[in-house]
Every structure is written in C-alpha cells, then in structure tokens.
C-alpha cells in the first residue's frame, strides 16, 4: 500500500530549495497515474459535450431553451456538493469515497451513452456531477495526504492543477473531434474505460485515511452550505444563459446568500462543524481559494471570449475552434512544469501574483484583435503565455490552501480548493458573457463588428480582473503568526 506521509508544520512561503531531487517509488508513480487520470477526465467532463450540444439536442429532442441543461446540471451538482463530500472523505476515508465516486462515473456514463430520451439524458449528468463531487476533492486530498510537502508535493499538485486547467480546453477538443468522426455518444463511454482501469488499480495503491474515532456529521450545516452552493451556481448560469435581469437569477443568488450566512452561523455553534470556523480564519485558506477562483474564472471566460472571437467573427468551425486552443493546452503543461520551481524560488504568494501579472499582460493585447484571419498568431502566443501564466497561479493556490494543515483536515481544504475551482468556471462566463451582451445591446447591432466590439471590452475587464488578483494576493495573503500557530 502507499504510505500516507504526515503533513508538516511549517509556513507556507518555507518551501524547500527547488532543485532537491524529487524521487517517486515505482507505486507512488501508479498512484499518480490512477489520481491525475481520475481528476483529468473530470475535469474534461465539464466541456466535453458543449460543442455537442445542438447535436445531442437533435438526436434526443430536447427543446432550445433547454440545452443548456445538458452542461449545467452536471455543473450544479460538481460545485453545490463538493464541500460536503469534501469533509465526507475526511471522515468516513477518502479512497473509499473516491472509489465509490468513480464507480457512480461508470454508471452514469454508461446510462448517458444509451440515452434517448431528454430526462435520461439530464439523470446522467446530474449522476456525472455528483461523481465529480465525490472524485475531486477526494483525490487531491489523497494527492496531499500521500506526497511530503515541500518539492515533492508541489510537483505532484503542479501535475495535477495542468491536468484540471488543460482538462476544460482538452474536452472542448475532443468533444468536437468525436462529435465529427464518431459519435457524441462516446463522450459517455470513454469515461467508462477511464473508471474501469481506475477502479480496478486505485485499490493496489491507495492506502485509506480516516479517523479512528468517527466524529458525527454536521448535517445541519451540509444541507445549508450545500443548498446555498446549489443557489448561487443556479443563479449565475441562469443569468448566463438568459440575462442578468432575470428575476429568478438574482433571486435564487440571494437565496443562495442566505443559506451560507445561516451555514456561517451555524458553524460557530455546533460541536462538529462541517467546515470549523478557525480554518476559514487562516490568509492562506480564505485567499488562497480568492485565487483559485479568480484564475479559473478569468482563463475558463477568456477562453469562452475566444470561441466567440473564432466562430462569430473569423467564421471558425467549432472543431477549428477547439483545436486552435491546443496551443493553450501546451501553455499549461509548461505551466505545470515550471509552476513548482517558481513556487520553490519565490515562495508560493509571491508565484500567484507573478502568475496573474504575466497573465493580464498576455491578455491585454487581445484588445487590439481584428476581423481577419491575420490576427490568429497574436491569438495563439498570448493564449500560449497566459496558459503558463495561469498555471503557475493555480499551481501557487492549490499549494498555498494546503500547506500547513493537518492530514485530518486535507479533505476539507482540497474540498475547499474544488469548489473555488468549479464556481470559479461557473461564475466567470456569465459575468463575460453579461458584458458581451450590453456591449453589442448599446451598439444597437448584431453583426460580426459588434461581436468583435463585445468580445474585446470583456477581454479588457478580464485582464484588469487578473490584475486586481495579483494586487489583492499581494497585500493580504501573508502568513501570519496565527496561522501558523492553528497549523
């Protein structure tokens, strides 16, 4: 079995020299294999099917305004249940949970595979969601539970965090790809290949961690944090898919306010909270994820931004599209490389403001982006540099919001890491598609130039997004004297 190496206590910025040698045993490579494997694969899940989607709509004769669905129910569910089964892996083990997720991934691709009809379709992916809730947060939790902190921990999540970046690009490739050549259907059924081989190594190489004395569940608090999630995440992608006007977008975002400020409440009062106040307290948790979800935001948006640049004003088709973000792919693999050297050298704060800083400015000379296909290699390099750019900040965040925790606690702060992640995607297309919108509303047209019009004032407020990270990172993430005594 592979061993669970404690976590140790020590400041987050206190990383060990970037050039000792990191080594992995042979079944430390396997484990790695059957995590980062999981986690890509749903990471791909969140994107793979929209280039899909007037297809499948066709073929199982799901209404227009309905579509939508297709990708959002999976969504809703990836991010409303994450924190809850986050803390679930912390008590009741995380290999058992991470397996039992992979198996539900199993089924319910298999279910969506052979569906006909719409409301099979969108049990599948509510299933799928669930799955990815469970899977996540699990897996990076076994990640940093199974990895010294230090060098070797941070080439681990450095690996893992290319993986979930490159994952949401890689998925709007594939889902065109298999679209074209075979079927969308496969989609469904490569995942079942995926959870098979997982399911049949993960028990070899995984070692499970949980608590000898089961503490009891805070459901009071599961409910409340878990209908709130599922609140704002509704709320945001209605407003995505109709207007920010709609009254049932910005209700059910109150309502999802409402829930967390009762969650919090509650929290302070019960025995055994779900997420205990004092971790939330600690700069390195609570910024750290500020990070995270500004850096899935602004990349996962721009990248929406660019769909839109390559088919409604070059004319792209959507596999064109998705394989001109191929460069974007290669970009966070060598984010994911470097990510852990420049945390090793600057200390892990100081590599997500540089992160964001070198991302805004590889995104601002998108602004100058014209109606001809000239414009493609300007596309190219500063998707390229932004891709590097946004993995060395994610790299940084994943490390920031896990250092320093006790292995009792891993499975709540990767649940917490998780969820910025997905809300993160969620939250910024709507926000980047609202400015679209206005854009082309006050231009009074529809045409390609208003596109262009649109999509290059949101590619300006996504670039002054990165910078306000970077400035807002520098001035209050610092690891203070209380953090490190709750470490």
């Known amino acids: 079995m592979l061993d669970i190496v404690p976590t140790a206590d020590r400041a987050v910025n206190q990383e060990a020299p970037a050039g000792r040698a990191t080594r992995f045993t042979g079944r430390q490579r396997l484990a790695l294999f059957v995590l980062l494997t999981a986690s890509f694969t749903l990471a ?9 989607l007037p297809t499948i709509g066709s073929d199982l004769g799901f209404a227009l305004d309905h579509l939508q669905w297709i990708a959002s129910s999976f969504a809703l569910c990836a991010a409303g249940f994450t924190l809850f089964f986050g803390r679930l892996a912390d008590l009741f083990g995380r290999r058992r949970l991470f397996l039992l997720g992979m198996a539900l991934l199993g089924v319910s691709s298999l279910v969506g595979g052979f569906a006909h009809e ?20 699990a897996a990076l939790s076994l990640l940093t539970t199974s990895f010294a902190e230090g060098p070797q921990r941070n080439t681990v999540l450095g690996l893992n965090g290319a993986l979930m970046a490159a994952g949401f690009t890689t998925g709007a490739i594939l889902g065109g790809v298999l679209t074209d050549l075979l079927s969308w259907r496969w989609a469904f059924f490569i995942n079942i290949f995926v959870a098979v081989v997982v399911l049949v190594i993960a028990p070899f190489v995984l070692s499970e961690s949980r608590p000898h004395e089961r503490p009891k569940l805070d459901l009071a608090g599961a409910v409340t944090v878990t209908l709130g999630l ?27 306010v409402v829930f967390l400020v009762v969650f919090w409440q509650i929290e302070k009062r019960v025995a055994h909270p779900l997420v205990p ?50 460069v974007l792919g290669a970009g966070t693999v060598l984010g994911a490389i470097i990510g852990p050297k420049v945390i090793g050298t600057l200390g892990s704060r100081r590599a997500i403001v540089a992160g964001f800083l070198l991302q805004a400015a590889a995104t601002f000379p998108l602004l100058f982006l014209g109606p001809d296909s000239g414009w493609i290699l300007l596309l190219l390099v500063a998707t390229f540099i932004g891709g590097v750019a946004n993995l060395v900040a994610i790299v ?9 925790l006790p292995d009792n606690e891993q499975g709540l702060a990767t649940g917490l890491v998780t969820m910025s992640q997905q809300i993160g995607i969620t939250m910024g297309i709507p926000i980047m598609s609202a400015i679209v919108t206005a854009r082309m509303n006050a231009l009074g047209e529809t045409g390609a130039a208003s596109v262009l019009d649109g999509v290059t004032t949101a590619v300006g407020v996504n670039a002054v997004l990165c910078v306000l990270a970077a400035a807002a990172i520098a001035l209050f993430l610092r690891h203070s004297t209380s953090d490190q005594l709750n470490a």
């Open 44 to 52: 791909v899940d969140f994107s793979i099917l929209n280039v899909a």
């Open 230 to 256: 599922l609140a704002l995440v509704y709320g945001l992608t209605t407003a995505g898919e109709t207007s920010w006007d709609n009254p049932l977008a910005w209700g059910a975002l109150l309502v999802g």
């Open 118 to 137: 719409p409301v099979v379709m969108i049990v599948s992916r509510v299933a799928q969601g669930l799955a990815t809730a469970m899977v996540v947060p």
């Open 396 to 404: 940084g965040y994943v490390v920031t919001s896990t250092s320093g």
């Open 277 to 326: 106040v004092a971790i939330l307290k600690r700069k390195t948790v609570a910024w750290g994820n500020v990070a995270g979800l500004l850096a899935f935001a602004t990349e996962t948006s721009l990248v929406f931004l660019l769909t839109l640049y390559l088919q409604k004003v070059l004319g792209y088709s959507p596999l064109a599209a998705g394989l001109s973000f191929a």
